[in-house]
């Protein structure tokens, strides 16, 4: 094993053993480092890595690398993840190859304390669904050869970070366009969490297309939650019983537009004659509510794929970045406010 040889990013040779050498350590504990296994401490573990960074050493690529995409996700019960896993599939079965999920119990850095683990399984390349990577768990799995691609980043993305997104800001111009042509000027939104990127986004668009149209920008109509039903429900009550109730609610996502539909419901509100109502997503539970939910499209199926495709290319992720458009669907759940319609 100490006669290990690779090629760095200049073509120079590098060997385990300088590699050693640099950190300190024998050749055995950067084998260890290099294959995931045990027997290292932390601290020795960060430090192999780093000099495996600075040194640009390249493993040679197992022989016998098993044909796995590992997919990282947060929440598997949501109708998101369950499109993005079909679209993954679809290449899966191309490339005749086949997914592993792995469930992780951090929404911004799914992968602490698991890298290792992924490593161990050497699989094809990970695909992460709504979420993130710490800087060391990047740098983990690129010692590995183990490639990468983010779908939906949950924080922004570095330069040298494989992503798949929408265009969620664009979306957030568009679905504020569409209830400022209908009439509306008191329009809220519930976004999901603040720290989440697409969240932002959206928020940020819907913003400059009220500034765009002239229209006040209300911190009181805006409301910060989780992307689920139930915190469409909560804060849809907060809005609608405020004195000057808003008569439109941009929702980040449709589940929570379909809190905000039992919200309105319980208040005796409806929808659309009452209340506009506009989602994000454009998942099969828009068109099974009633009426049928205005929402902005993204696709998630296609950006999947793309990610999918991807990790199962010959070629390096890295840089690879690219965002989707977005598309607004209009449906029965959006109308002009009663004062003008």
């Not at 330069?159 to 809220?188: C, E, F, R, T």
């Not at 229209?215 to 039903?229: A, D, L, M, Q, S």
């Amino acid at each position: 094993m100490s006669n290990s040889v690779s090629l760095n990013a200049r073509g120079r040779r590098v060997t385990l053993d300088a590699v050693a050498k640099e950190a300190g350590v024998s050749p055995s504990t950067v084998s260890k480092v290099l294959n995931g296994r045990a027997g290292v401490s932390e601290q020795t573990r960060r430090d192999v890595e780093e000099k495996l960074a600075r040194c640009g050493y390249i493993p040679r690529a197992a022989p016998d690398a098993s044909r796995v995409i590992e997919v990282v996700f947060y929440e598997l019960g949501t109708e998101w993840i369950l499109e993005a896993l079909q679209g993954i599939d679809e290449i899966a079965r191309e490339m005749d190859c086949t997914i592993m999920l792995t469930k992780s119990h951090d929404l911004l850095d799914p992968e602490r304390g698991s890298a290792e683990q992924v490593s161990r399984r050497r699989p094809w390349g990970v695909i992460l669904l709504f979420s993130s990577i710490s800087d060391v768990d990047m740098r983990r799995l690129r010692n590995r050869r183990i490639p990468f691609v983010v779908v939906d980043p949950a924080r922004e993305p570095g330069l040298d970070v494989a992503y798949v997104g929408a265009q969620n800001w664009a979306g957030g111009v568009s679905a504020a366009q569409h209830l400022i042509d209908l009439g509306h000027k008191s329009i809220a939104v519930i976004t999901g969490p603040e720290q989440q990127l697409c969240a932002r986004a959206r928020l940020s668009g819907f913003r400059f297309a009220l500034d765009m149209a002239g229209i006040e920008y209300r911190p009181e109509f805006v409301r910060w939650g989780t992307f689920h039903p139930e915190a469409g429900r909560e804060l849809g009550l907060e809005l609608l019983q405020l004195p000057d109730r808003p008569t439109a609610i941009f929702a980040g996502a449709d589940q929570q537009a379909a809190g905000v539909y039992q919200a309105a419901g319980e208040l005796g509100l409806r929808i659309p004659q009452d209340l506009s109502v506009l989602g994000f997503d454009d998942l099969p539970i828009a068109q099974l509510i009633w009426p049928a939910l205005t929402t902005i499209r993204q696709p998630i199926r296609e950006m999947a794929r793309m990610a999918a495709r991807i990790i199962t290319q010959p070629v390096d992720p890295d840089h690879q970045q690219m965002e989707l458009a977005t598309e607004l669907v209009v449906r029965g759940s959006t109308a002009p406010p009663a004062e003008v319609a």
